[in-house]
């Protein structure tokens, strides 16, 4: 139970102030899904920028982090330009197969250049010392989730694009659904429980070790990744 509170909570601080704009990227894109079932396809991509334009409007009105919703809004008309050209449904999903091809290209690349995405990615959640993540008992650890985070996402893109040239573009989008978020939520689980491990298991200091200039043996970080 202890584990699952410290998974809750940690989830808590990487999704912190997240939850809505998640949303405001999810809505527009399950508009047309559902549309794109029971109208024309010009009526779908009309629905989903709508969508996406009304989010960014309610954001601004309320004075929140608009964000999300303008990068909803960018993707939206950005797919129906592209579907609006092929003439197809298709080409809305075309923008999703561009970023998740460059997420899997960073991933990897980052572990070439040994500067792991996953020490950047955690560096920016918690602001611990970009220093301590470049020592040499604590980056294995983030390379080793970069490249799981790599091959996770490679195995998302692989799917996405047989069912595309499958032309199955109804098991497509609902791929995308249950293989977005929830997906990555699952894939953040795995990385943080193995994370942990693997820095225990690395022998090296702790960030506040580290930071103080403790010598060694260090205790090591026991929370956090």
Known sequence: MDKIAELREELKLVFAGRGAGILDALIPFLAFVISNQLASLATALAISAITAL???IYRLIKKQSAGFALGGLG??????VLAYLSGTESGYYL???VTG???VIACFA????????AAYSSHLTRRWPLDWYWHEQ?????????LFWGIAFDLRLTLELILFNRNQLDALGTVRVIMG???TILVLVASYLYGQKRLQSLGGPSVEEFKAGTPPPWQGQMRGF
């Open 101 to 103: 091809g460059l997420t």
């Open 75 to 80: 993707t939206a008309l950005l797919a129906a």
């Open 54 to 56: 009304f989010l960014l």
């Open 181 to 183: 978020w929830p997906y």
């Open 110 to 117: 980052s572990v070439a250049i040994k500067r792991p995405i």
């Open 95 to 97: 923008p999703g197969f």
């Open 138 to 146: 604590v980056m294995p650890a983030y390379k080793e989730v970069s």
